[in-house]
């Protein structure tokens, strides 16, 4: 190679190294802009239609992963709010629901809480969320994988209650349960009444 054949060279490397941190800042900026979503002060169609736009161009994280139970999440943001979408994946493969957390608080679609550890993980419970309330069919599970607790709610309250039977059947939850948390499990009546 002869001496002005290597200051070519040179001179291409020099260029490319100069010009490589512009582009590379250049991509990172347009990842960060992409990653943005539209501005507030939309009406609530307008707004979900951005939030569906904003959220197409979210990045996806694969959480779990091999066969186990994964939960897919992407990040965008509106304004000064975070927004993370999650969906839940059972360990079959198949989707068990979508949920939108709103600065880390449940806003809109489906959750799942696990059970179990492992490969052996499976939904103890689906909450639904409407604009941030609870909505829906909400159900609690035994570990065998059967519905223990059923709750129905609109408007964030509390609509009707199902428990398990004696029989494994749900029925309506006895009105003293109506106080209860979701997730737990109603005490049985006592069969002796009570002292005097």
Not at 50 to 75: C, F, H, N, Q, Y
Not at 158 to 167: D, F, I, L
Request: aromatic residues 8%; proline residues 10%.
């Amino acid at each position: 190679m002869s001496g002005a054949e290597g200051k070519g060279r040179r001179g291409w490397t020099i260029g490319l190294l100069l010009l490589l941190p512009p582009l590379m800042l250049g991509g990172m900026l347009w990842v960060r802009s992409s990653r943005r979503g539209p501005g507030t002060g939309a009406t609530t169609d307008q707004g979900a239609s951005e939030v569906a736009k904003a959220r197409e161009s979210a990045v996806a994280i694969d959480s779990w992963a091999d066969g186990k139970p994964r939960t897919l999440a992407r990040d965008w943001y509106d304004g000064a709010a975070t927004f993370q979408e999650l969906c839940f994946h059972a360990k079959g493969g198949h989707l068990l629901g979508c949920g939108v957390l709103r600065d880390d608080e449940p806003w809109e679609g489906t959750f799942v809480d696990w059970g179990g550890e492992g490969e052996n993980r499976s939904p103890f419970q689906i909450r639904i969320y409407k604009q941030g309330k609870r909505h829906g069919t909400w159900r609690t599970f035994l570990p065998t994988g059967e519905i223990a607790i059923e709750i129905e709610y609109q408007d964030g309250l509390a609509a009707s209650r199902k428990v398990r039977g004696p029989h494994g059947e749900l029925q309506a939850a006895p009105e003293r349960a109506a106080h209860l948390p979701p997730g737990t499990i109603p005490p049985r009546p006592s069969p002796r009444p009570p002292p005097p």
